[in-house]
């Protein structure tokens, strides 16, 4: 991980540039195995030839668990996999320099943060 790129205190900050959205992605999932969650990508938005203007990338348990009728008496308890944690970095690109920069950044958690081991990796393409 290019340490560069983050704050003095080890977190990611507004303003960082990446050289291309792939560059941006690679870096956050890298700073959020390092801090212990999973990512996945969330929003894309495309202009008419198809360059992406902008890209959200989500914690995985983003969201909320929609109820249904056989879960008044579920067979077995899980544990529960969205909490609705609104952790995110949002990249948007300046055509001026045509490099991402991060627009949009919230770090805090409403769960846990743990990667269990054995478990699948929560990105979503």
Known sequence: ????????????ELGIEYNGEE?????????TSKMDFSVRKDY???????VTMSRR???????????YEGDMMPKRARAPTKTGCGAKMVI??????????VHDLV????HE?????GSRPCVVV
Do not use: P
């Open 44 to 50: 894309l938005n495309k202009d008419k030839d198809g």
């Open 1 to 12: 991980m290019d340490c560069s790129k983050l704050a003095e205190d080890g977190t990611l």
């Open 23 to 31: 560059d941006a992605y690679k870096f956050y999932n890298k700073y």
């Open 107 to 110: 770090l805090e958690h409403n």
């Open 92 to 101: 948007v690109l300046f055509r001026r320099t045509m490099k991402y920069r």
């Open 57 to 67: 990338y989500s914690c995985c348990k983003k969201g909320v668990k929609r109820k």
């Open 113 to 117: 943060l743990h990667i269990e081991t």
